[in-house]
């Protein structure tokens, strides 16, 4: 069936590495990829997307890599910090009709940045 | 600009008990989203509003959950009579709910934490 997925639940990086996360997904019919960051006892927070039509996609410290052909994307957090522990979610979001849209959530990697 | 509002933020029942959540979202948010999230997974939507209307509630058990928005802003998610697999977050999110540009990022709220005993 359609599912976003995560390839690993744990990462630990220690303080000013990079950070690199995976997702996998199966359903090629999204308008837009999504990542999310979710600190404790709080709902996620938007990061960055990326478009179904582009490959890469630069924020602040934050770069999204879209690999169509294998269905593959990833998030890449550079110089890590003691804020960016959490829990990172994929997510894929598809236009579900009368002007609004719905997203699919993987399982999440949770992160956690040794200082 | 206030954020999506969230009562209660922890609830603790019994199983066959009933509760009730409710969500503010933001001014203006046409869509609005009830998530349920449980331990250590993403969230799943249970159900979509377009203003009061709903668009989408196939992965709401109707035999125990209920939600409405009658007024188009605020919402209630009900749950009756609980079971102890509904312990989780569950999560509203709201989204201006337009098709062009970047107007469909949803804003979720702080969540609800359920626990059934």
């Known amino acids: 069936g359609e599912s976003v997925g995560l390839h690993l639940p744990t990462l630990s990086v220690q303080e000013g590495d990079n950070s690199i996360i995976n997702c996998a997904y199966s359903n090629s019919a999204s308008d837009y990829f999504i990542w999310y960051k979710q600190e404790s006892g709080k709902g996620p927070q938007f990061i960055i997307d990326i478009r179904s039509n582009m490959d890469k996609r630069q924020g602040q410290r934050v770069t999204v890599l879209l690999n169509k052909t294998v269905k593959h994307l990833s998030l890449q957090i550079a110089a890590t910090q003691p804020g960016d522990s959490a829990v990172y979610f994929c997510a894929e979001n598809r236009y579900s009709g009368a002007g609004s849209y719905q997203l699919t959530f993987g399982k999440g990697t949770k992160l956690s940045v040794i200082p | 600009e206030a954020g999506v509002a969230q009562s209660p933020r922890y609830k603790i029942i019994e199983k066959r008990q009933s509760v009730a959540f409710w969500c503010n979202p933001i001014?203006?948010?046409?869509?609005l989203y009830w998530y349920q999230q449980i331990l250590g997974q993403g969230p799943k939507l249970l159900i979509q509003f377009q203003n009061n209307g709903v668009v989408d509630d196939s992965q709401l058990p109707k035999d125990r959950f209920s939600a409405e928005r009658l007024k188009g802003v605020d919402s209630t998610l009900k749950i009756q009579p609980a079971k102890l697999e509904d312990s989780a977050v569950y999560l509203c999110?709201?989204?201006?709910?337009?098709?062009?540009?970047?107007?469909?990022?949803?804003?979720f709220g702080p969540g609800t934490r359920l626990t059934v005993l």
């Open positions: 001014s203006g948010h046409a869509t």
């Open positions: 999110a709201s989204s201006l709910g337009e098709r062009t540009g970047v107007r469909w990022e949803q804003f």
